[in-house]
């Protein structure tokens, strides 16, 4: 015999739960833009594209990184929908496509505590 699960709470608070967790679709997305910030060299560029605009050379010699490196984050950075660039010339220079990227990182910062 197959013992059933019995739910604790209320009709009201299983409502809630209902209609206020995310479709596995939503979720995935929402892992994905986690995902943005679960690397230190991503969240050094990102913290310092929050303060301006930078190409990758100077974010390169900015962060002690190598310029490949820099490059292939970008690149990561970009299709995740993070930065964007604007060109000048031959250079291009990258920023935060949404400031909310900004209040993530401070939001991070300050739930450790720092």
Same mark, same amino acid.
């Given at each position: 015999m197959q013992k059933q699960n019995v739910l604790? !709470? +209320?009709?009201?608070?299983?409502?809630?739960v209902d209609d206020y967790v995310p479709d596995d679709e939503v979720l995935q997305e929402v892992a994905c833009f986690f995902n943005i910030f679960s690397d230190l060299t991503r969240l050094k560029m990102l913290s310092a594209l929050?303060? &301006? +605009?930078?190409?990758? &050379? +100077? !974010?390169?010699?900015?962060l002690n990184l190598n310029q490949t490196t820099v490059s292939h984050q970008? $690149?990561?950075? $970009? +299709?995740?929908?993070?930065?964007?660039? &604007? $060109?000048?010339g031959k250079i291009l220079f990258y920023s935060l496509k949404n400031e909310l990227i900004s209040e993530v990182l401070l939001k991070g910062v300050e739930f450790l505590g720092f």
């Open positions: 604790l !709470l +209320d009709k009201r608070l299983q409502g809630l929050a303060i &301006t +605009d930078m190409c990758v &050379t +100077d !974010l390169s010699v900015m970008l $690149r990561l950075l $970009r +299709d995740l929908g993070a930065v964007k660039y &604007t $060109r000048q």
